[in-house]
């Protein structure tokens, strides 16, 4: 084998040169969620954007599915498609959003926005690439993303920052509950 043959036989070891199944179907499936996720935060309809939001938050449930993470994306289904997104739709109805066209949704910084947008994902793309430019994943090992793996390390490695998270979220669920109470008591108090 002569030298400049040696990377391409390496590349083609490791399965760059010939991807699998799962590898072809990880590829389709991050399409399908950028598209969804592009037409999500280009939609000029509110309801069409959030209903967007669950294609693309699906697509990533499916890209943690075929990454052998089953624990983190039924949790992904559960918590962003099912509340997130739910409780995005009865916001929209309860503040009596527009259903068609919403002239707000357009604040004429498109341009802007776009080339902050390509240097943020840019900048993304670089970080990732480089980070992981030798890592492979082996999907034929053990599963990394199952349920016992995930609570090990959850529990064993990350219970401080886990506890903190819980007394932040509870801090921001007494929070709203003072605010829409002020708020309330207030209203009252103008009649």
Request: zero cysteines; glycine letters at 8%.
């Amino acid at each position: 084998m002569t030298p400049a043959m040696a990377p391409a036989a390496t590349l083609a070891a490791n399965g760059f040169l010939s991807p699998t199944g799962a590898e072809i179907a990880f590829l389709l499936f991050g399409v399908v969620t950028l598209g969804a996720a592009v037409v999500t935060v280009t939609s000029r309809q509110l309801v069409h954007a959030a209903l967007w939001l669950v294609v693309a938050l699906g697509g990533v449930a499916v890209e943690y599915l075929l990454l052998t993470a089953e624990f983190i994306a039924w949790v992904q289904v559960l918590i962003y498609v099912g509340s997130v997104v739910v409780l995005l739709l009865f916001g929209l109805m309860l503040t009596r959003a527009p259903i068609g066209r919403s002239p707000d949704a357009d604040s004429g910084n498109r341009p802007a926005a776009l080339v902050v947008a390509l240097a943020a994902a840019a900048a993304l793309v670089w970080v990732v690439v480089d980070a992981f430019r030798t890592t492979w994943i082996d999907l034929d090992g053990p599963a990394q993303g199952s349920t016992r793996v995930t609570g090990e390390m959850l529990f064993q490695n990350w219970v401080l920052p886990f506890e903190a998270l819980s007394v932040l979220l509870l801090a921001a669920l007494v929070g709203a509950i003072v605010i829409s109470r002020r708020d309330s008591s207030d209203q009252e108090g103008k009649r």
